[in-house]
């Protein structure tokens, strides 16, 4: 397994690297948060408190932008491999098509958290105020499983829709909501009624981006988040099982 397992990752950092849609994923976010930057006059009121508004955004956007663009690139890769039956010819190779699959999803993961740690250093270089410490650490496993949620998200909606423009309509649309409701630039105090209290369970991402906005923030420790923490495991587990019933390794 280890024989294989190597050569897979090193083709799939290579491709990944050469890819196009990678390199803009590196370089919009940081050129988005320059783009936040110019709003350092703008701030949100939480009761009596407020917070200035790239304060709020720079720990949410580095989540935000590593799971939409990478999503978007894995459903369009996931939907692809159905459309052409690339697993399909795989299947009759000593090469596992689970094993590209894993490789693909966790090298993705790891652009995913270099993504969000260069957000993060850039919105720092151009005043965002994070609370640096060791706990800041913490944002590696958090970012890496928001990411990983996505992208078996992606994998699930690829195996669910018939073509690659179904599933790519279908991951824009998935994407618009995350940006909507889980707190990543909008805050979710601001929706009426109980939607405050019911995005964090309903949302994925929502509660994972809260205990990332609190970590980088406040320097406080994971043990502040286990409810957070709890909350976006178990979405990483249903896109999981969804994921592996939807798409097929062997279908056309």
């Given at each position: 397994?280890?024989?294989?397992?190597?050569?897979?990752?090193?083709?799939?950092?290579?491709?990944?690297?050469?890819?196009?849609?990678?390199?803009?994923?590196?370089?919009?976010?940081?050129?988005?948060?320059?783009?936040?930057?110019?709003?350092?006059?703008?701030?949100?009121g939480?009761?009596?408190?407020r917070?200035?508004?790239?304060?709020?955004?720079?720990?949410?956007?580095?989540?935000?932008?590593?799971?939409?663009?990478?999503?978007?690139?894995?459903?369009a890769?996931a939907?692809?491999?159905?459309?052409r039956?690339?697993?399909?010819?795989?299947?009759?190779?000593?090469?596992?098509?689970?094993?590209?699959?894993?490789?693909?999803i966790?090298?993705?993961?790891?652009?995913?958290?270099?993504?969000?740690?260069?957000?993060?250093?850039?919105?720092?270089?151009?005043?965002?105020?994070?609370?640096?410490?060791?706990n800041?650490?913490?944002?590696?496993p958090?970012?890496?499983?928001?990411?990983?949620?996505?992208?078996?998200?992606?994998?699930?909606?690829?195996?669910?829709?018939?073509?690659?423009?179904?599933?790519?309509?279908?991951?824009?649309?998935?994407?618009?909501?995350v940006?909507?409701?889980?707190?990543?630039?909008?805050?979710v105090e601001?929706?009426?009624?109980?939607?405050?209290?019911?995005?964090?369970?309903?949302?994925?991402?929502?509660?994972?981006i809260?205990?990332v906005?609190?970590?980088?923030?406040t320097?406080?420790g994971?043990?502040?988040f286990g409810?957070?923490?709890l909350?976006?495991?178990?979405?990483?587990a249903?896109?999981?099982?969804?994921a592996?019933?939807?798409?097929?390794?062997?279908e056309?």
């Amino acid at each position: 397994m280890l024989t294989q397992t190597i050569p897979l990752f090193r083709a799939s950092a290579k491709m990944m690297l050469r890819s196009r849609g990678v390199i803009w994923a590196v370089a919009a976010g940081s050129l988005q948060i320059l783009v936040f930057g110019l709003m350092k006059e703008l701030d949100f009121g939480f009761g009596a408190g407020r917070i200035g508004f790239l304060d709020f955004v720079l720990p949410g956007i580095a989540v935000f932008l590593a799971i939409s663009q990478l999503q978007d690139i894995m459903v369009a890769v996931a939907a692809n491999y159905k459309a052409r039956g690339t697993l399909k010819r795989l299947a009759v190779t000593p090469v596992s098509p689970p094993l590209v699959i894993a490789v693909q999803i966790l090298t993705h993961v790891g652009l995913g958290v270099v993504v969000a740690a260069l957000v993060l250093t850039v919105g720092t270089l151009i005043g965002g105020d994070l609370a640096i410490t060791i706990n800041l650490l913490w944002l590696v496993p958090l970012v890496g499983l928001a990411v990983l949620t996505a992208l078996a998200t992606a994998f699930a909606v690829a195996g669910l829709t018939p073509n690659p423009q179904s599933a790519s309509n279908v991951g824009v649309t998935i994407s618009f909501l995350v940006f909507a409701f889980s707190g990543a630039i909008l805050p979710v105090e601001a929706l009426p009624g109980l939607l405050p209290h019911i995005v964090q369970y309903a949302v994925p991402q929502t509660a994972l981006i809260e205990a990332v906005r609190g970590i980088a923030l406040t320097g406080a420790g994971i043990t502040e988040f286990g409810t957070q923490v709890l909350i976006g495991a178990g979405w990483l587990a249903v896109a999981l099982v969804v994921a592996a019933l939807a798409y097929r390794f062997t279908e056309e």
